[in-house]
């Protein structure tokens, strides 16, 4: 089992950019898997793990309802903002500048195949990252993520997730609210839940800014525990 993990800092790219390179690295390892078992090959399978921001976008997964996108697409262009269908879990999401996301291709054949405690592991990822900033965060019963205040009137969700596995092999992930702008949050119903609100890390630490770079590698920290893995090489910004 192979659990060296290639990390990678894509820095501020294009939505649609980014998912085309995260199929290309997923069909990579889902093709090497299927020749590995063809051919009764035994090659090491890569993971990856891509840290990005992208500029003002609106995603819907396969299973969500685009009624919880509010505004049309001539609203979007106004805002800078683009919309895209994807092929992950969950419903509607937003990425924006200020917000950390994480897309772990992994294939998890070399570490555990439990798709439930994958995203488990992911979720600790943050809570325990948010601990080091004095944050108490939490699960949300049924509701994927990372949530602050649950089961109170103040619930609010600070990291979305949703995931696309296929051959135990992942892709799409996470996404931290850092230094995020909640104005574009007011466009959507968030991940199709009413009645609950979003926060970002500085808003909850009272700063106008928090140092992305410093989160990245707090998460990055606890993932690799987490995961028992270790970086392949260096990390590429």
Known sequence: ??????????????????????????????????????????LETPNHFLFVEH?????????????????????????GATFYKINRGGDITYHGPGQIVGYPILDLD??????????????????????????KSERSPGETGV???????????????GVRASRWVTMHGFALNVNA???????????????????SLNVELGKKEVDMDEVKQKLLKHFLILFEAEINGKTEV
């Open 110 to 135: 070399n570490f555990f195949t439990d798709i439930h405690k994958y995203l488990r592991f992911l979720e600790e990822m943050v809570i325990l990252t948010l601990a080091e900033y004095g944050i």
């Open 181 to 199: 702008n909640l104005g574009y949050f007011d466009m959507m119903i968030p991940c199709g839940i009413k009645g609950k609100a979003v926060t």
């Open 55 to 79: 500029p003002h976008v609106y995603t819907l997964g396969k299973s969500g309802d685009i009624s919880n996108l509010l505004v049309d697409e001539k609203v979007l262009a106004a805002k």
């Open 147 to 161: 949530w602050l205040d649950v089961g109170t009137p103040f619930a609010r969700k600070i990291c979305a997730m």
């Open 1 to 42: 089992m192979n659990k060296k993990v290639h990390v990678q800092d894509l820095g501020l790219k294009d939505y649609k950019e980014t998912w085309d390179y995260q199929e290309q690295l997923f069909k990579d390892t889902l093709d090497l898997k299927i020749r590995n078992r063809r051919e009764e090959l035994n």
